[in-house]
């Protein structure tokens, strides 16, 4: 009874700070997101997200297609992620569509202070989108870092960090992620 109360209080907080289109039969945990959500969310039909968002810029887009499961992981975006349809990223995933910082120190000595005042001075962070596409897995442990694309039907093996993008039904892993098999279950 607490767990609903509590996530229908997050959703409310949610639905006030963000432009919300979740379908009525998705299942959402509305507490992962509620201190930063995006600017705009979606979510698809049959869907079960039970990860958290934080969304480092109020214009922040994240879209979840239809059928799609995404476990314990976190979503952190600047710009955009996208995630399609009958995707299932598994739990302890990371998915960042930025740097966070620049790599130059002189540039992000006063981060910590700036961040703590509410501020952000992102004008030498590098910002590029992700996307995961449709019958992708994503498997336990992931990160996946900005501009990735991960392909159509792609796996990402427990434990990999995605640098570079994935071909369509093409199976990865290590650190960094390379290919170890591909051509899965293509149906060409």
């Known amino acids: 009874?607490?767990?609903?109360?509590?996530?229908?209080?997050?959703?409310?907080?949610?639905?006030?700070?963000?432009?919300?289109?979740?379908?009525?039969?998705?299942?959402?945990?509305?507490?992962?997101?509620?201190?930063?959500?995006?600017?705009?969310?979606?979510?698809?039909?049959?869907?079960?997200?039970?990860?958290?968002?934080?969304a480092d810029r109020p214009t922040s887009i994240?879209?979840?297609?239809?059928?799609?499961f995404v476990g314990n992981s976190a979503?952190?975006?600047?710009?955009?992620?996208?995630v399609g349809n009958d995707v299932l990223i598994s739990w302890g995933c990371t998915i960042v569509d930025h740097d966070s910082h620049s790599v130059d120190w002189a540039r992000?000595?006063?981060?910590?202070?700036?961040?703590?005042?509410?501020?952000?001075?992102?004008?030498?962070?590098?910002?590029?989108?992700?996307?995961?596409?449709?019958?992708?897995w994503i498997g336990f442990n992931v990160i996946i870092l900005k501009g990735v694309t991960i392909g159509e039907g792609a796996v990402v093996a427990a434990g990999s960090v995605v640098t570079r993008d994935v071909e369509d039904f093409t199976l990865v892993a290590g650190n960094p992620a390379r290919p170890i098999r591909t051509r899965l279950n293509d149906p060409q």
């Open 1 to 54: 009874m607490l767990h609903r109360l509590a996530n229908e209080i997050a959703r409310r907080r949610v639905h006030r700070k963000s432009v919300v289109d979740i379908a009525p039969n998705a299942q959402v945990n509305y507490r992962g997101m509620q201190h930063r959500p995006p600017g705009r969310l979606s979510i698809g039909q049959g869907s079960i997200f039970q990860g958290s968002i934080a």
């Open 108 to 136: 992000r000595q006063n981060d910590v202070r700036s961040f703590f005042q509410g501020q952000k001075d992102w004008q030498h962070v590098t910002v590029r989108p992700v996307r995961i596409c449709d019958k992708a």
């Open 62 to 68: 994240v879209s979840i297609g239809s059928n799609t």
């Open 75 to 82: 979503i952190v975006t600047a710009e955009r992620v996208d």
